[in-house]
């Protein structure tokens, strides 16, 4: 058993299993795997300061942005103002409650939980929390990270002040101001968090069960990599001691569960793109619009760039996305043609651009709350918004599921040592 005072520099790539030793880092200095390039670690200065910071800063603008309208519309004489809270109000009136449900959770719920997290887990006031509560707030932390979209509604926002200019005037609220700091405030927080840093605050890691050997790949030399607070540990050890979370060396099943979540979300989504994601009743004359539509709609009314990037999130990123996933697990089967950086690129872009295609669905949220005016006009939610949004939920634990690692398994000789330190 080696000493655990070495522990700490050691580190398995958690995308491709490379054993690296890593270097002395100065402040603002970031050290990357030098066979796949994912960010290792990074040396912030005042790790424990800034995210709190930040957090604080984003809970308030929450806060106010909660409290006030947040946009208007008129036509025709007739006014309408929403508040961000309504939102998911009308959706329930109208009987879609599980799309009022994913909008409170996604857009405000998760965000705002994250903020939390991190002010409990990274201040210095002498909270009573026990060493098992901090490691489980820890875990809930980075586990929910990734599914917060206040920026991705954001976006939804503008594209829905796009669709409708055509009908009327669009004046912004007071709380629309604190809300696109609340967007930027979280965002920054949880990218100031330091994952190696805080399991370390919150326990050491573990001795090392033998000198590991740079270069090579972890599960060559016996070692696995715990997938929450990286702690090295051996691969017949499948309890992490420091975090409590269980493992192998490579996700159980993983090219079963993300096949399997893939075909669902490929037959859900010819159904979401053939049924109504909109309901737009006019003067007493209904008009139902799906995806498609919508972009034709824009595109012949000269919004040229919205209804691409409507095209882009929500067509082609589901579609191009559905196929990566399959030429991943196609490849890490053993029968592409070897490229690992290039796969390894493709993994990076669909983990990337798999949440911006929840885009259209906060379209639809935001345009039938603020279009209620009786007879004159109305929109609401369609069966094809919720298949939809469930396609992109699918599709993102479908990339999750699958373990990157598996691609360089099959070609993971690599006689670099050290990994690449640059400046942020």
Known sequence: MCSQDHAHQWMLCPQCDLTVELPTMAPGQRARCPRCHTTLATNWSDPGKRPVAYAIAALVMLLLANLFPFVNMHVSGISSEIGLMQIPRVMVNEDYSSLATIFLLLVQGIPACCMLLILLLMTNLPLPLPHTLRGGLARVLFQLKNWGMAEIFM????????KLMAYGDIGLGTSFWPWCLFCMMQLRAIQCVDRRWLWQRIAPQPAL?????GGISGLEQGLRSCS???AVLPVGQLSCPRCG???HARRKHSLQWTLALLFTSVMLYIPANILPI???NTLGSEHNSNIMAGVILLWSDGSYPIALVIFIASIMVPSLKMLAIGWLCWDAKGYGRGDREKMHLIY?????????SMIDVFVVAVLSALVQMGRLMSINPGIGALLFAVVVILTIFAAMAFDPRL???IKHKNTLKEPSVDGQ
């Open 155 to 162: 976006a939804g926002v503008l594209v829905s002040f796009v």
């Open 209 to 213: 069960p033998h000198q590991p050997q």
């Open 245 to 247: 979370v269980t493992g």
């Open 407 to 409: 691609t360089w398994d």
């Open 348 to 356: 990076e872009v669909v983990e990337f651009v798999g949440r911006w």
């Open 278 to 280: 909109m309901l737009t």
């Open 228 to 230: 929450c607070c990286t």
